[in-house]
């Protein structure tokens, strides 16, 4: 158990609205990453935190904005949700300092937008 | 640029049967990490092994093994005697040793039904 949790787990919104998640560690990794699930399409990047107020863009990082302001907590928002981002999106965290080190995932948030 | 191909989308086996599970990757790298997770049906991303590009002694961990061959860029993954908890979908993904921030490259993944 690599300590991660997700909130909200599960949400309904609509087109336009804006929406937060959150991500929370507890063992204080300095890498955290967003992904997201669609079918087809298997899991991709969206943003990733290297350090408090440290982040970077991922493969499909439009219409997404992250902040870091503590170690343990990666927020992602949608600043005004559209249908496309109907989508299930997990949180990770890199255990180690090797840029290859396994990754591990928090359970997921599962978002309609309506 | 780097990839990874999970060709099966869908594999359904019977009980007890042995599946394979295939994965096929590209990449310029001289250094990188292989894995594979597994989501259940209850959603979680479970990590199973990961490999690194020098070491290509396959590894076995109970029912699963997993088979590194560079030769063909592949990293197959084994269930012998599958189970019906064994359903689920296999991600292979991809990590190159220089690449900023190393993203996880996955594959689209295999649906696989273990029925009884």
């Known amino acids: 158990d690599a300590g991660i949790t997700q909130s909200p787990r599960h949400k309904v919104t609509e087109t336009g609205t804006p929406v937060t998640l959150r991500c929370h560690q507890t063992e204080n990794h300095r890498y955290m990453y967003w992904y997201r699930q669609d079918p087809g399409h298997g899991l991709r990047l969206i943003h990733y935190s290297y350090g408090v107020k440290d982040t970077d863009k991922g493969e499909v990082s439009d219409g997404y904005s992250v902040s870091r302001s503590k170690t343990e907590d990666f927020l992602l928002t949608l600043e005004s949700a559209t249908s496309s981002q109907t989508s299930v999106y997990f949180c990770?965290?890199?255990?180690?300092?090797?840029?290859?080190?396994?990754?591990?995932f928090g359970p997921g948030t599962r978002l309609t937008v309506l | 640029a780097q990839k990874v191909t999970q060709a099966q989308t869908e594999i359904s086996v019977v009980e007890k049967e042995d599946v394979t599970l295939d994965c096929v990757y590209e990449?310029?790298?001289?250094?990188?990490?292989l894995f594979w997770y597994k989501q259940p049906p209850s959603g979680e991303l479970v990590f199973l092994i990961r490999r690194n590009s020098f070491d290509e002694q396959n590894e076995i961990s109970g029912r699963y093994s997993w088979n590194f061959q560079k030769s063909t860029s592949s990293f197959n993954f084994t269930i012998t005697a599958s189970q019906v908890v064994d359903s689920a979908v296999y991600f292979c993904?991809?990590?190159?040793?220089?690449?900023?921030?190393?993203?996880?490259?996955f594959g689209k993944g295999t649906t696989l039904s273990v029925s009884s």
């Open positions: 990770a965290i890199r255990e180690g300092r090797s840029s290859t080190d396994t990754q591990y």
């Open positions: 993904a991809l990590s190159e040793a220089n690449q900023a921030g190393t993203a996880l490259i």
């Open positions: 990449t310029r790298d001289t250094t990188y990490y």
